[in-house]
């Protein structure tokens, strides 16, 4: 069985979904603490005008300090959701899908979540679905994991895969620089990461700008020729 532990993001860009679907089972590590100006919180799209990325956001509460991601509070005194739904106006005229894409992204928006955990994970495995990914979803809290010592940095990918009975353990690019060979082997799981093979596709008049949302790619694409990127990757063994 394939496995992959990741943090969940908000609206994430395309090499995120690559990775569910290089996966039989794919974990949402929810159970970390709040990293403010992290993807948890925000991702980009592109300012077509301006042919420059910017950021859209939910509005949280402010969250106590170090705290936990599952107990961060979206406001919903805001009108955060309809400035979402108001800052992707920008793709109308230019973006093929847009309607389509809006139409699927105002079915998300209108649910009720707990919190940003539950918007991350719930939107991801909405977006997977609509992709046609038919990978394995739970998250870390779901589970009652006992280790007899905390897991240092990179090292919970490791242990949280042995727990699940994992064959292969498969990580993002970055991890690549500290997550270790030697100490999968020792416990018979196969490292892998995943190389995401993020091509250019046309976004307007103007040079292209790569790792956008998943959103940015759905306007541009749809549903169908995102579905075939979501599958343009090649998994390197360590």
Do not use: C
């Not at 949280?60 to 509070?73: A, D, F």
């Not at 495995?125 to 280790?147: G, N, P, Q, R, V």
């Not at 240092?152 to 690549?176: F, H, T």
Request: aromatic share 16%; proline share 4%.
């Amino acid at each position: 069985m394939k496995f992959a532990l990741m943090q969940p993001y908000f609206f994430p860009y395309l090499g995120y979904f690559s990775l569910i679907h290089s996966v039989d089972h794919f974990m949402f590590f929810d159970d970390v603490q709040f990293t403010k100006k992290s993807w948890m919180s925000r991702n980009r799209l592109l300012n077509l005008e301006k042919r420059e990325p910017f950021y859209i956001r939910p509005d949280i509460i402010k969250p106590k300090y170090r705290e936990l991601l599952p107990n961060v509070k979206l406001d919903e005194n805001s009108k955060w959701r309809e400035k979402i739904l108001q800052q992707l106006i920008g793709y109308k005229n230019k973006a093929p899908y847009y309607k389509e894409t809006l139409d699927f992204l105002k079915a998300l928006l209108v649910e009720n979540y707990q919190g940003l955990a539950d918007f991350n994970i719930k939107t991801t495995m909405e977006l997977a679905a609509y992709l046609s990914i038919e990978t394995k979803f739970d998250k870390y809290t779901d589970h009652d994991f006992w280790f007899e010592s905390k897991p240092g940095i990179g090292d919970w990918g490791r242990v949280v895969a042995a727990q699940v009975n994992a064959l292969e353990y498969i990580n993002s690019p970055g991890g690549e620089s500290f997550i270790l060979r030697e100490e999968f082997d020792e416990i018979g799981i196969e490292l892998s990461f995943i190389q995401p093979n993020l091509q250019k596709y046309w976004q307007g008049e103007g040079e292209f700008i790569a790792g956008l949302s998943i959103i940015d790619v759905l306007m541009f694409n749809g549903r169908e020729q995102t579905a075939k990127m979501v599958h343009m990757y090649d998994i390197k063994r360590a």
